[in-house]
């Protein structure tokens, strides 16, 4: 076998170990909707919010933090002095489940927490509304009241949920498919960056070809 024959060989092998760039823009585009347009509008339906509240000079200042993904806020709402918190609640409406069956389903209800500035509703901007589960909107809104009423409290932090159901129990196991899909593409562009670099420090695969073990005997 010659020099070329050799040198020949060892491309081949050495682009068939190469791993093939199997992944292209439509797996992104893919993977994006399915593992992260789907999660996120689950998350936003359903959304979790952040409530936090600073007493500074006998004024309770609050701060929500309405987020996707449980961490990423999209709406934030602040007001100055609050004086009350209350509470709205509405019943979802009666559904048919399906054209002529007897049984009927309900929509899933609503409640809300309203915290209240110095004004009430009298003024745009004095009223801030969280939506809340209706599981929990009442411990919420006493968890408030008892912060309020008490001054040696300076800090309170709660989280809120506005459906358990469909923001906590259904989009957990959906969001784990926005993490796979995220680090899944990041050691795919970490090594898509990094190979051509690695390219420059990669040794032969085979340094020597072994000599043909069927060799025809030299007649001269």
């Not at 806020?73 to 054209?99: I, K």
């Not at 006493?142 to 800090?155: R, T, Y």
């Not at 309170?156 to 906590?168: C, E, H, M, P, S």
């Amino acid at each position: 076998m010659t020099d070329d024959d050799r040198a020949l060989n060892r491309t081949k092998k050495s682009k068939a170990r190469r791993p093939k760039q199997r992944f292209g823009i439509f797996e992104f585009v893919l993977g994006a909707i399915c593992c992260v347009g789907l999660p996120g509008l689950m998350t936003a339906i359903a959304p979790v919010s952040w409530l936090e509240f600073n007493r500074v000079d006998h004024q309770v200042n609050a701060e929500t933090r309405t987020c996707v993904f449980f961490f990423f806020p999209y709406r934030t709402q602040q007001l100055a002095d609050v004086r009350n918190v209350s509470t709205a609640f509405r019943l979802g409406d009666e559904q048919h489940r399906r054209p002529g069956d007897k049984k009927r389903g309900r929509a899933e209800s609503e409640g809300t927490i309203r915290l209240h500035g110095p004004q009430g509703d009298a003024e745009a901007g004095q009223t801030i509304s969280v939506s809340v589960s209706p599981a929990s909107y009442k411990s919420i809104e006493a968890q408030i009241q008892k912060f309020l009423a008490d001054p040696q409290q300076h800090n309170l932090t709660l989280f809120t949920v506005a459906n358990w159901k469909f923001g906590i129990i259904f989009a957990i196991p959906v969001c784990l498919l926005t993490v796979l899909f995220v680090v899944g593409w990041t050691i795919w562009l970490g090594q898509a960056l990094l190979s051509p670099f690695l390219n420059l420090f990669s040794f032969p695969d085979d340094a020597e070809e072994p000599a043909e073990e069927n060799q025809e005997p030299d007649r001269s």
